[in-house]
């Protein structure tokens, strides 16, 4: 039980720093030019999108009970890899 609360909190926290890189790039969006704004933006919209899959799936996490956090936990992680490899290609992009 600890284990998950101590994972959840970890996964909390992760997602509050993506909250705020996901913030710089959406103020980087506003200075390109008009042309490119478009896909930018929609690309901001895809990551928030993903962030709140996350977040939601971070709240079953902690819900859940002791004999389905371990699947759970497994497809967090799998979410988390694909968030952050977007992330980082957005950082690179912008």
Request: no cysteine; aromatic share 6%.
């Amino acid at each position: 039980m600890e284990d998950r609360k101590i994972y959840v909190d970890k996964m909390k926290a992760q997602l509050k720093v993506l909250e705020a890189d996901l913030k710089k790039l959406e103020a980087r969006t506003e200075k390109v030019k008009l042309d490119l704004q478009s896909t930018y933006k929609k690309q901001m919209t895809e990551l928030r999108n993903r962030m709140e899959v996350m977040q939601k799936k971070v709240h079953e996490l902690s819900a859940s009970t002791d004999d389905a956090w371990t699947e759970l936990k497994q497809g967090l992680e799998k979410s988390w890899k694909e968030l952050s490899k977007a992330f980082s290609k957005a950082r690179s992009k912008y």
